[in-house]
């Protein structure tokens, strides 16, 4: 039996792979690319693009995969007593705790941009 290519299951995965995860595949080049700057210049300005690169993946992929999995038994744990409070412990771990750091990453990312590139100290003139 001959052996054909399956060039088209791999086409199909990479299609849906990176369909599904484009916003952190963006996050990850663009924190790869400021990496690169960190190490060419280290300025506090390249810091704040890492982290805030880094901040904004992290954050996709806790709404994703990690939110729900580190609700049940924190909430579990530390409300245990009180059932009253697990509709509150779920919303912080679900939903305050992302958008919390999200917008840290955002002001970040801003503060960055806003930042000027470099400051020349001159002595002063007489």
């Known amino acids: 039996m001959p052996q054909h290519s399956h060039w088209y299951y791999i086409l199909g995965y990479l299609l849906v792979t990176s ?36 901040m904004l993946a992290f954050v ?12 049940a038994p924190i909430v579990f744990l530390c409300t245990a007593d009180w059932i009253w409070m697990q509709p509150a412990g779920i919303f912080v771990i679900e939903w305050l705790v992302p958008v919390v750091i999200m917008l840290l990453a955002l002001m970040l ?3 960055a941009l806003g930042a000027p590139r470099r400051i020349v100290l001159q002595a002063p003139s007489q």
């Open 19 to 54: 369909s599904h995860n484009w916003p952190v595949m963006i996050a990850l080049a663009a924190g790869a690319y400021s990496a690169w700057r960190l190490y060419l210049a280290p300025t506090r300005r390249n810091v704040r693009l890492l982290y805030g690169w880094a």
């Open 60 to 71: 996709y992929e806790y709404v994703k995969h990690l939110g729900a999995y580190l609700s």
């Open 109 to 111: 990312l801003l503060s």
